[in-house]
């Protein structure tokens, strides 16, 4: 069942039917001034933290409630409605509307009675407010006189905590104030008069606003309980019914902000005013409206400016192959989730409430490669932010604090940062991530030098890229289990599988394999010949025992306990195949040919399913041991079974590397979002961005999606089709190109910038290969192979590669 369609010319997601099967949403703005708004306006606001900036109260894992409500009613006959189908849910017979969410806003239009109304939300282009833009035209045949309202619930504290659970506190530290156009919200407002020096218990005024632009107020509310009235909804607010707010505010009450005008619109006539929010003082408040006089044009401004960035952005790559679905998430989609992702790591969705106080060193390190083709200065910025949070000993702070400070941060070691961050021990792959990270950074921009930038360790001293890179190496060796394999640690990737701080994990041993490999390509460009030697015989050493202990006759085991037992045997009765180890014994160039096939057939027959592979199976129940903590979700859910999303970006980059192009390109569409949009009851989720997980066979609920946006799968995915499907892989001198496709491709194009060039490539596929390479022309000169060096490329280059 569809619920909408991809505009790809506007680059939106049009939901037509709001009934969607759960709250699909929009992310306007940044942390700095971070607003997430869902296809019926439900949703929340905060400034640099979800947990300690707060702004706008929303109900977790219940109804999609509050919002950003607009409510429209007609004076003559007292009906009201909403610029959005929720919160008043008019019937849909009569109400007409859509939904578009687009880069950086989310714009809705509706019509009922009479009346066309569009809304549009977005945060301005570096700015710290938020903007509701509604414009009423009358397309009735009389005269009609209409009342217009905006409705924010504040919270009461701006820690999200404090004002859900605390409120024998947060009830009666927080009141409102009217000033000519805006609804002023002051939290610990009885401290005005002491000094921001002189705080009392580390706390001074907190003021939010929520003001008109446009058209002169009518009337106002700061009480929620008196706009909504008693036993009343969003749907039925007795303010926006009486058409009078009545011009009440809050005093140890739940605070509110709550505006109304009056406008009269002719046949035909329009109008436009705007709604703003924010975190500010009344006179900075005062100061921002007044520059929304004229709301139309303003707002038009503001919104052609946010176009402009993103699609600026995202222009650097541009594809047009057989596959429309493939198409509208290479260009827009996933692309679209990758930046969102690397902006907002795992801060703040309709799972994660904002809590989580920091950076997960992998999670970030990993969402950082999905932007590289696309921004590679906002990439380098953020790698050299995880370097810093980069101990000295070469492992990584398994949180990176959102006041992170460079060369003066505790430890794991520490007592105080395990107090602080929850995080009692150093995880095994952390640091291990920043390999391909940084080499496809370098790779993508040519950039050498950045090896010999000196950045500072999280905790003391401070050393080059190229030394940061050894100590990680340096670390995984200091660290070793019993069979000479990397020591599991805390975890590995998999944070549900805990094989003991002694344990070996065979994914991190291929990360590991794989980390020597790229090293020593840095070793060996830079001509450092001691380090290539000792980077060549620990790559032999570790290529030994990885195939001698973890290859098990038809796939790659998952690792050891501390007590020496191995797991993902094919003896054992429960998860007796794991999918990572597969894709990353091919990822890190270490599985001989043979293994390679054996292992990728292996995961095709027995993990892949139509809606991508099961991270493991069978699901642990009977037979997990004492570190399957996956056990603790049922089968099918999760880490235990279930569709990992981002595993399947290593997949699809597994088979590209081994030229299957039908398998990889297979695996992408059977967890595409895009490719699923007629299946959208089936998926849940929004059908224009990845979740964390799909439920597995082993569910009732086999297919269903869960943990929407904030997810690793947006880079995995993204690096897997670009890399894999699309074949761009650039190296130090270069690019290669080599596509894996499905064989009925004929032929497709790209557009990329690529160290300040342009490049039009053509791949042609005449004989309905899946990979491979007859020829290749770069601007009317035909090459020996299917790369091309640097020293070959002009300001503009047509480039056709013939499979």
Known sequence: MKYGYFDDLQREYVVQRPDTPAPWVNYLGSPEYGAIVSNNAGGYSFAKSGA???????????????????????????????????????????????????????????????????????????????????????????RRELTLTGYAEFTNHSNYEQDQVNLQYSLFISR??????????????????????EMVDGKTVTERFFGLAGAQVASYCGDKDAFLGRYHTYGNPKGVAAG???????????????????????????????????????????????????????????????????????????????????????????????????????????????????????????????????????????????????????????????????????????????????????????????????????????????????????????GTVYEHLKRAVQFSLAHLGPHGLPAGLYADWNDC???????????????????LRILKYFAEDRGQQEDCRWLENELEEAGKKIQALCWDGDRFIRGFTEEGERIGAAQDPEANLWLNPQSWAVISGLASEEQADEAMRKVFDRLNTPYGAVLMDPPYHAHAFDGALAVIYNPGTKENAGIFSQSQGWLILAEALLGHGERAFRYFTENAPAAQNDRAEIRRLEPYCYGQFTEGPASKHFGRSQVHWLTGTASTVMVGCVEGI???????????????????????????????RKLHIRVENPNGKESGFTSLNVNGQELASNYIPEKLLTAENEILLVL
């Open 52 to 142: 300690n900036g707060r702004i706008l109260r929303y109900v977790f894992n219940q109804f999609d409630q509050p919002g950003r409500y607009l409510y429209l009613r007609d004076n003559a006959s007292g009906d009201f409605w909403s610029a959005s189908w929720q919160p008043v849910g008019k019937d849909l017979e009569k109400y007409h509307c859509e939904c578009r969410h687009g880069m950086g806003y989310t714009r809705m239009l509706a019509e009922y009675s009479g009346i066309q109304s569009e809304a549009v939300y977005y945060v301005p282009k570096d700015s710290a407010h938020e903007v509701w833009e509604l414009t009423v035209t009358n397309r009735s045949t009389e």
């Open 244 to 462: 009078d707010l009545g011009n009440v505010l809050s005093y140890n009450e739940n605070s509110c902000g709550a505006l109304s005008c009056v406008v009269e619109l002719e046949p035909g006539e329009s109008r436009t005013v705007a709604f703003l929010l924010g975190m500010k003082p009344s006179a900075k408040a005062a100061e921002l409206l007044q520059g929304y006089r004229n709301a139309a044009d303003r707002c038009e401004k503001e919104l052609k400016e946010l176009k402009e960035e993103w699609y600026g952005r995202l222009d650097h790559l541009r594809v047009d192959t057989p596959d429309p679905a493939f198409n509208t998430m290479i260009n827009t989609w996933n692309a679209y989730n990758c930046f969102i992702t690397f902006v907002w790591s795992r801060a703040a969705s309709f799972i994660y409430c904002g809590l989580r106080n920091g950076y997960g060193y992998r999670d970030t390190v990993q969402d950082i490669q999905g932007i590289i083709h696309l921004e590679p200065e906002m990439a380098r910025e953020k790698i050299r932010f995880m370097l810093s949070a980069q101990v000295d000993n070469g492992g990584g702070l398994p949180l990176v604090k959102f006041t992170h400070n460079p060369g003066h941060e505790d430890t794991p070691d520490d007592a105080s940062y395990v107090a602080e961050t929850g995080h009692p021990a150093y995880r095994a792959d952390d640091a291990l991530w920043l390999f391909p990270t940084v080499y496809k950074y370098v790779a993508e921009t040519g950039d050498k030098e950045f090896l010999d930038q000196v950045i500072p360790f999280a905790n003391r001293d401070e």
């Open 497 to 515: 599988l805990r094989l003991g701080a002694n344990g070996e994990s065979t994914f991190v041993a291929l990360q590991f394999y794989y980390a």
């Open 726 to 756: 699309l074949g761009l892989r650039p190296d130090l001198n270069g690019l290669r190109l080599a596509p894996a496709v499905p064989k009925q491709w004929k032929s497709f194009t790209m557009e990329k910038d690529f160290r300040g």
């Open 176 to 197: 409102t104030l009217f000033d000519t156009n805006r609804i002023m919200q002051q939290i610990h407002g009885n401290l005005d008069a002491q000094a921001a020096d």
